[in-house]
């Protein structure tokens, strides 16, 4: 395993190398990096990465831009790998990494492209890791977790964390029609329960049989299904309370800081709100009235 993953000083953006063949999901693709040390803090899922496309040496980023915007791409998962002591090596030479699991969607923007196309060992530039993502609440055990199947992979860093903590978890994926087995079988720990809805009628059926058991929501699913989805907890659980339902937001996350605006979008009040830095993970009732 490469160790020259590293953090530049200069510009605060992170070197790291695809560390594994890309994984096949539903829609998506598992990206395998390895990062330096220390970069994951708490809960990971619905943060994300910008990284840079069409470019992985220092003097490439600064002559080829014919990709020139970052393209995020959201966390399914991290852990800390301890690298064995070599024999020459002190313990405090041998050096601890992390590998992360990043989703690269299936899309045909060329930096997306470019980045399918990139073979185990090559290096990318990151910034990262970025934005607000899901949080677990202390006292919750029964977790439900809703998802598009193309969106799923953007939930599994929760799971494990309630597992951990001796709680359950129960996954709902609508696959919208689609033919398909339960797109993130092989990833999923075997005490998560698993519902597939191929139809609006089963996904509404599937959630409102689990919304009295669930302790908290989180959901990574279009914004047409956020107002629905309220309206369902209103009707089960007779109101939406704060910090129950936690949705993850599609944006368009271009600089990631909150200064070009790309990724404004309305909330409850009447207001936009910058998705980048506030979010992309929101609590329900910020969004729907
Ligand atoms: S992505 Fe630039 S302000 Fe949010």
Not at 25 to 41: R, S, V
Not at 66 to 72: D, G, I, K, N, W
Not at 229 to 257: M, N, P, T
Not at 267 to 285: E, I, K, M, S, W
Request: proline content about 6%.
């Amino acid at each position: 395993m490469s160790s020259t993953n590293t953090q530049d000083p200069s510009d605060g953006t992170i070197t790291a190398i695809i560390a594994a063949p890309p994984r096949r999901l539903h829609g998506a693709t598992l990206l395998t990096l390895q990062m330096p040390d220390n970069l994951a803090q708490g809960i990971v899922g619905g943060r994300y990465f910008l990284v840079r496309c069409g470019a992985q040496t220092a003097l490439e980023r600064e002559e080829q831009w014919q990709f020139y915007l970052r393209q995020p791409l959201f966390v399914a998962s991290c852990g800390r790998v301890k690298q064995e002591q070599g024999e020459d090596q002190t313990d405090a030479e041998a050096r601890a990494y992390e590998l992360w699991e990043l989703i690269l969607p299936d899309s045909q923007t060329p930096g997306y492209r470019w980045l399918a196309a990139q073979a185990e060992g090559a290096s990318l530039n990151l910034l990262g890791p970025l934005g607000q993502g899901f949080t677990l609440l202390p006292q919750s055990r029964n977790l439900l977790v809703l998802a598009t199947a193309d969106r799923a992979a953007a939930l599994l860093a929760l799971i494990e964390p309630m597992l951990d903590r001796g709680g359950r978890v129960t996954l709902i994926v609508h696959t919208r029609g689609a033919a398909t087995d339960n797109p993130l079988l092989p990833l999923l720990s075997i005490p998560v329960e698993v519902h597939l809805a191929s139809t609006d009628a089963q996904w509404q059926q599937q959630i409102t049989e689990t919304l009295l058991w669930a302790d908290q929501l989180c959901a990574a699913v279009p914004a047409t299904m956020f107002q629905p989805l309220a309206e369902a907890i209103r009707q089960k659980r007779f109101r939406l309370e704060q910090e129950f339902a936690q949705v993850l937001v599609e944006a368009d996350l271009a600089c990631g800081i909150g200064a070009c605006l790309a990724c404004v979008i309305p909330v409850a009040n009447g207001g936009y709100t910058r998705a980048c830095v506030h979010g992309p993970v929101f609590d329900l009732t910020q969004l729907v009235r």
